[in-house]
């Protein structure tokens, strides 16, 4: 056998099996017992693919809930361990999201469930797969769950995360789940790091706003779309050709989705951060088109949500920004509107 193996023979590498009864036997106890047989058989791909799946199907169980933090480890080794077999990867991400879904509804800290190790098996299988649409899907959902804790943010910026995330986009462009997820990820890496580096988000701004032209009646993706963008502004990403294309994308995502708070509270911050960039960028908002004014569609966002006082502080930041290019203009244009009055008071 150890000839077998300097040579490099696939005959060194005979799969270890067990007898089905075996497995069978093992696996009809409890998460505890399951979790004791996974630790046992590491290296045999069979019992841990069908200990992954014994413990999905455990894992609505009421006493469930006091294993969830002792699941990811042995569900991450199983899936560096035998990192060739997609459907353990599958089987075992799709379980991480539902351990880590319940363990969010229990407000468990995101640091207490994912380490920097598993961050790193996530990422391994997200770049050996880097072709399945279907298992990238369920990763960068994870990933996208897992990032708002600033350490796995910061895990996830020092692994290079964001060149992964711009690829899978541009790749699967039309798939829903990928575009929410990664627009996801990337506002969280990037709203709270002051200096990004432009090497990493290179194109980031036309990828984004090609998520926004394909999936322009998706409320929710918009929304998440939208919260990149401004995050891409505020690293300085746009270059002067694309202020003025990309106000226009944010009138129209504000225009079609004014119920959404979130929606209408950073498409107004990105907006503000163009207009401090950007003359034309103003122009377009004071201008009325086929589609309408950019101002009407800021009263409106108004009026729609003037008991949200996050919503009516950003867009009086919007307005704050537009008297800079003179407030009698904007004066004329906004009347004795009440809006206009405080926003200027503010």
Known sequence: MECLTLAGSSLSKQEKTLPSAILDMLLEGGIGSVLEFMQTYLDIEQAQAKAIKRLASLLGEENALMYLLELLDPVTCAMRTHIDSLELQLDGCRLLLDIIGQALQQNVDVEMLVGEEGINSLLKTMRTYSENEELLSVICTLLMMISASEMAAEALRKAGVITDVLSIISNFPQNRQICLSCSGILWS????????????????????????????????????????????TLQGCL???????????????????????????????????????SELSAFRLIVTDTKGSGISLIKDSYHFHCDDPEVVENICMLINEMVQYGKVLFFLVFGQSFLFRQCIKS
Not at 193 to 210: D, H, P, R, Y
Not at 239 to 248: D, K
């Open 239 to 277: 270059t002067e050709s694309q202020y003025e294309p990309t106000t226009l994308l944010l009138l129209d995502a504000l225009r079609m989705n004014p119920e959404r708070p979130v929606l209408v509270k950073n498409t107004c911050l990105a907006l503000a951060g163009l207009l401090r960039l």
């Open 189 to 232: 890496l990037a709203v709270n790091e002051s200096n990004m580096g432009q090497a990493s988000l290179k194109n980031a701004v036309q990828i984004i706003t090609g998520v926004l032209q394909e999936h322009r009646e998706d409320g929710e993706v918009v929304e998440s779309a939208c919260s990149a963008l401004w995050v891409l």
